[in-house]
C-alpha cells in the first residue's frame, strides 16, 4: 500500500515542454525525497526537501515542499530526452530513515 | 566505481524452490535496507539492518522471508518456497549513518521471476 499519492501516472511530453509532478500524502514525514528511476537501474536521489515551504531548484527541476509538509511537486522547465525516467517521490520517517515510496510517475520525453 | 551492487542480477525460480540475494554495499555504511519493487509500482521497504543488527523487519511479507548481515557488511536475502507473488525486483540500499536525512545510495536490484 503506497501511502504516498503521486499524480499523474504516465506523462508524454514533447522536448521543450514544461512539467509538473505531484506527491501527496496524509501523513507528515521528517524529509520527503525525491528520486528518478532508469530501466535496470535502482533510484538516485534527486533531492531532500525538510522545511514547510520550501523551495529548491535543480538546474532545470524546482522542487517544492507544502507549508504542512505532506504534498510536494516536482516541475521541470524545457523538458530534454534525457529526463524521461520514473520520478518517485519518498517518505523519510524518523530515527534511521525507512522511506515509503509512492508508486511513481513515468515521463516520456520525445525529441 | 564503489557503488552497491547486487548479485544476480536476474534469477529465475521455479515456484516452490529457495532463493537467496546478496547485496555487496558502500564500503563502511552502517545502514542497508532492502526493498521490493513490484512491476509499475514505487518500492516498499522489507528490512533494515544497522551494522549486524536487524532493527526492523516490519516489511518483510511472510516467514519465508529472512535477511542476514552477519558482519555487518555483505547483506543476504533469502526467500524459501517462493511463490509467484514474490516476483518483484528486489532494491538494497546502503547509507553512511544510522538517522535520517542521510542519502541513501540504491544497488541495480535483483529481478526475480517465479515461474
Known amino acids: 500500500t503506497q501511502l504516498l499519492k503521486q499524480s499523474p501516472q504516465f506523462l508524454s511530453i514533447q522536448e521543450g515542454e514544461n512539467l509538473t509532478v505531484y506527491c501527496n500524502s496524509s501523513?507528515?514525514?521528517?524529509?520527503l525525497q525525491w528520486y528518478r528511476q532508469e530501466p535496470g537501474e535502482g533510484p538516485v536521489l534527486l533531492v531532500t526537501?525538510?522545511?514547510?515551504?520550501e523551495v529548491k531548484k535543480l538546474k532545470r527541476l524546482t522542487f517544492q515542499f507544502g507549508d504542512a509538509r505532506k504534498d510536494s511537486s516536482l516541475h521541470i522547465t524545457a523538458a530534454q530526452p534525457g529526463d524521461t525516467g520514473l520520478y518517485l517521490c519518498?517518505?523519510?520517517?524518523?530515527?534511521?530513515?525507512?522511506?515509503?515510496f509512492g508508486a511513481g510517475t513515468q515521463v516520456v520525453v520525445t525529441p | 566505481g564503489a557503488g552497491v551492487s547486487q548479485s544476480p542480477r536476474y534469477k529465475v525460480a521455479k515456484r516452490g524452490q529457495d532463493v537467496a540475494l546478496r547485496c555487496d554495499p558502500i564500503?563502511?555504511?552502517?545502514?542497508l535496507f532492502w526493498y521490493q519493487q513490484a512491476l509499475g509500482q514505487g518500492p516498499e521497504f522489507l528490512t533494515y539492518?544497522?551494522?549486524?543488527?536487524?532493527?526492523?523487519k516490519s516489511g518483510l511479507p511472510s516467514d519465508r522471508f529472512f535477511a542476514e548481515r552477519p558482519e555487518g557488511s555483505v547483506s543476504t536475502l533469502k526467500i524459501q518456497r517462493t511463490q509467484q507473488e514474490d516476483s518483484a525486483v528486489y532494491l538494497c540500499?546502503?547509507?553512511?549513518?544510522?538517522?535520517?536525512?542521510?542519502?541513501?545510495?540504491f544497488g541495480p536490484g535483483t529481478r526475480l521471476t517465479v515461474l
Open positions: 564500503s563502511g555504511h552502517v545502514s
Open positions: 526537501v525538510v522545511t514547510g515551504g
Open positions: 539492518f544497522q551494522n549486524e543488527a536487524q532493527l526492523d
Open positions: 501523513s507528515v514525514f521528517s524529509s
Open positions: 519518498a517518505g523519510e520517517g524518523p530515527s534511521w530513515g525507512k522511506l515509503q
Open positions: 540500499a546502503s547509507k553512511t549513518g544510522g538517522y535520517s536525512y542521510n542519502e541513501q545510495f
